[in-house]
C-alpha cells in the first residue's frame, strides 16, 4: 500500500510540474528560478508581462494549504499590464486579477484565498455598465512591499500600496494605502497598531 501511495504522488507531483511548464511557456513568464508549485496553476495572458522572482513557492490545489485551500491559485494579466512577484514570496490559493500593474516585493507571504484586484472589472456608472459591462473600468496599480505579510482571505482593492513589514489581518478588505511597520485588520481595514 505504502509503495503504491509514493508512486501516486510522485506521478501526480511530476504532472503537476509538466502542466505548470506548460502554462508558463503558453503565458510567457519570466523567471528567476522556476517557482516550487503544489498543484496547477492557472493562468491567462492577454498581452501582459509575468514575472516571478527566485525561490517563488505557490500552493493551487484545494488540499495544499487547510486554511482558504478551497481554490487554486489564478492570474490573469490583460493587454500591456505588468505582474511581478519578488524573490521568496509565496501565494497560497488566491487570485490575482492585473489590468494595469501588481507589484509584489520579495519575502511575502499571501494567504490562503486572498484576492488581489487592480481594477473595478465593470463601469462604475450604471449606464455605461449596461451599455458596454468589459469597457470604461477604473484600474489604478497595486503595489505590496517587501516582507509583507497578508492573512487570508484578504482584499486588495485597486490603487492600494502596502508598506514594507507591514501586516494585514485576515478577512481585511484594503482600500487605502496601508504604511511600512503597521498592522491593518478589518472591512474596510483600519489601522491596528505600529509594529
Not at 13 to 35: A, H, S, T, Y
Amino acid at each position: 500500500m505504502k509503495i503504491f501511495r509514493n508512486f501516486f504522488f510522485f506521478f501526480r507531483k511530476n504532472k503537476e510540474l509538466l502542466q505548470n511548464k506548460f502554462i508558463f511557456k503558453k503565458n510567457n513568464v519570466r523567471f528567476g528560478d522556476f517557482p516550487t508549485i503544489n498543484g496547477t496553476i492557472f493562468m491567462r495572458n492577454n498581452g501582459g508581462e509575468i514575472y516571478f522572482g527566485k525561490s517563488v513557492k505557490v500552493n493551487s490545489r484545494a488540499n495544499a494549504n487547510p486554511i482558504g485551500g478551497d481554490t487554486r491559485t489564478i492570474m490573469c494579466v490583460g493587454e500591456n499590464a505588468i505582474l511581478k512577484i519578488g524573490d521568496l514570496s509565496g501565494i497560497s490559493n488566491s487570485s490575482i486579477i492585473c489590468t494595469t500593474s501588481v507589484s509584489i516585493g520579495n519575502k511575502v507571504l499571501i494567504g490562503g484565498g486572498t484576492k488581489i484586484w487592480d481594477t473595478d472589472f465593470h463601469p462604475l456608472d450604471p449606464i455605461k455598465r449596461m451599455q458596454e459591462p468589459n469597457k470604461n473600468m477604473v484600474s489604478k496599480e497595486v503595489r505590496i512591499g517587501n516582507n509583507v505579510f497578508i492573512g487570508g482571505n484578504s482584499i486588495i482593492l485597486k490603487g492600494v500600496s502596502i508598506g514594507d513589514n507591514s501586516v494585514i489581518g485576515a478577512g481585511a478588505v484594503v482600500t487605502k494605502n496601508v504604511p511600512e511597520n503597521e498592522i491593518w485588520a478589518g472591512n474596510p481595514a483600519k489601522f491596528i497598531r505600529k509594529i
